[in-house]
């Protein structure tokens, strides 16, 4: 079983305002994140991360029945378009999100760590809303070839997320500390990392600032 962890509990200072209830496309950052990780194929659970205070902003985004591929230019090659939405999507309240992304890292893989059934775990954040199920399933597909491996997506050569994290490295994320993600512990193991190239290079274009809010719009057309 892999499961997908979206990264919802960032404070969002460069954009000055929640990125959470930001719409592209008629749908929010939160719902398209959701819709994403959730309608893997590969993906049989999803975690997503969020602070208490925005916990009303949660029930809202979570996605029913099916739900189309956001940007089909992500497709990575000899993959189908993937439209399936898992209808059981759990949130997790983050009382220490100030402590930095760690935080949220560390609570999401104790919950999931409790599964003896999860055999990895696949992180994300909510502010790259141009990314699909595809990309996930890319990820997932490098994972069955590379099992013991952490499988980082790949954007026209640069490294992003999200990235998938084998069970047998749930104890090194659990000792993050700190606003750090995954990336610390990349690091740390050079010889098991494997990276898959995405075709799109804008389906990880991360959102920080207005500015990227205005071009990710003028990408999807709206």
């Known amino acids: 079983m892999l499961a997908a962890v979206v990264i919802a509990s ?32 590969g993906v049989d659970r999803c975690l997503v991360v969020v602070r208490p205070e925005d916990e009303d902003k949660a029930g809202g985004a979570i996605p029913h029945g099916d739900s189309p591929a956001l940007n089909p230019r992500s497709l990575p090659a000899g993959l189908p378009a993937s439209t399936n939405v898992a209808p059981l ?29 999860v055999e ?13 199920p595809a990309v996930f399933d890319a990820l997932i597909e490098a994972s069955r070839q ?16 999200p990235a ?10 659990m000792e993050l500390t700190g606003d750090v993600g995954g990336r ?21 274009r991360d959102v920080d600032t207005w500015e990227d809010y205005l071009e990710a719009q003028r990408l999807v057309g709206s």
């Open 10 to 41: 960032g404070f969002s200072r460069r954009m000055g305002r929640s990125k959470l209830d930001l719409e592209l496309g008629g749908r929010t950052f939160l719902h398209r994140a959701i819709v994403a990780a959730s309608g893997a194929k």
């Open 146 to 161: 590379n099992p013991d491996s952490i499988c980082v997506s790949s954007y026209a050569g640069q490294r992003g997320n």
């Open 184 to 204: 610390d512990v990349i690091r740390r193991h050079p010889d098991d990392v494997r990276e898959v190239a995405m075709a799109d290079p804008n389906a990880g």
């Open 89 to 117: 999507v759990e949130f997790l309240l983050n009382p220490s999100a100030a402590d930095g992304q760690s935080a949220s890292i560390r609570l999401a893989v104790q919950r999931l760590a409790e599964d003896r059934g």
């Open 120 to 132: 990895g775990a696949i992180f994300s954040v909510v502010d790259q809303p141009l990314l699909t």
């Open 164 to 173: 998938l994290f084998p069970r047998r490295f749930f104890s090194e994320l």
